[in-house]
T-cell receptor
Framework: EAQVTQNPRYLITVTGKKLTVTCSQN?????MSWYRQDPGLGLRQIYY???????DKGDVPEGYKVSRKEKRNFPLILESPSPNQTSLYFC????????????FGPGTRLTVL | KNEVEQSPQNLTAQEGEFITINCSYS?????LHWLQQHPGGGIVSLFM???GKKKHGRLIATINIQEKHSSLHITASHPRDSAVYIC???????????FGAGTILRVKS
């Protein structure tokens, strides 16, 4: 089954404690991205990756890091989380070609105390 | 002004009604996406458009590149269509995606 998986689904942590949210896709897609969703602000792109070892900033990259060492994985790293990073996070991968469909992961709800 | 504007913000319809959600954008784009987010939070891609019109079941999406406008239509609406519908555009000059604020649709039986 074609899917994007994220882990963990829920996480409560404290300010300053480094964390990683994993994202993996099994569709061999080149384009992957991370979004955060906040009430009243909608979805905003954090980082995206066009292919292995190619990443670029989205609209709200501050406080986040990403890496793309393999095509299937695109982890999101918060080196020193702060309460303003409390949010719902989505990873997505996008097929190439004419259809360009986006496949979203189930979301990770992060609370930083 | 946001780069992507959706209207209406909220929409309540009776089952069976024809529904239109609009998306206007201010930048040159290479593609426009329509997404559906269910009350549980999951997001599903409905359409990607770069020109013209696409249809899938009861859903129709159109785009007018010259007018920088897209519409999502739902024919014969049903309560299971209740969701948030989100428009997103990919800039012609990069690969970032910018999202509209979403339209909350409620279809009553």
């Amino acid at each position: 089954e074609a899917q994007v998986t994220q882990n963990p689904r829920y996480l409560i942590t404290v300010t300053g404690k480094k964390l990683t949210v994993t994202c993996s896709q099994n569709m061999n897609h080149e384009y992957m991205s991370w979004y955060r969703q906040d009430p009243g602000l909608g979805l905003r792109q954090i980082y995206y990756s066009m292919n292995v070892e190619v990443t670029d900033k989205g609209d709200v990259p501050e406080g986040y890091k990403v890496s793309r060492k393999e095509k299937r994985n695109f982890p999101l790293i918060l080196e020193s989380p702060s309460p303003n990073q409390t949010s719902l996070y989505f990873c997505a991968s996008t097929s190439s070609g004419d259809y360009n469909e986006q496949f979203f992961g189930p979301g990770t709800r992060l609370t930083v105390l | 002004k946001n780069e992507v504007e959706q209207s209406p913000q909220n929409l309540t319809a009776q089952e069976g009604e024809f529904i239109t959600i609009n998306c206007s954008y201010s930048v040159g784009i290479s593609a426009l996406h329509w997404l559906q987010q269910h009350p549980g939070g999951g997001i599903v891609s409905l359409f990607m458009l770069s020109s013209g019109k696409k249809k899938h079941g009861r859903l129709i999406a159109t785009i007018n590149i010259q007018e920088k406008h897209s519409s999502l239509h739902i024919t014969a609406s049903h309560p299971r269509d209740s969701a948030v519908y989100i428009c997103a555009v990919r800039s012609r000059y990069g690969n970032k995606l910018v999202f509209g604020a979403g339209t909350i649709l409620r279809v009553k039986s």
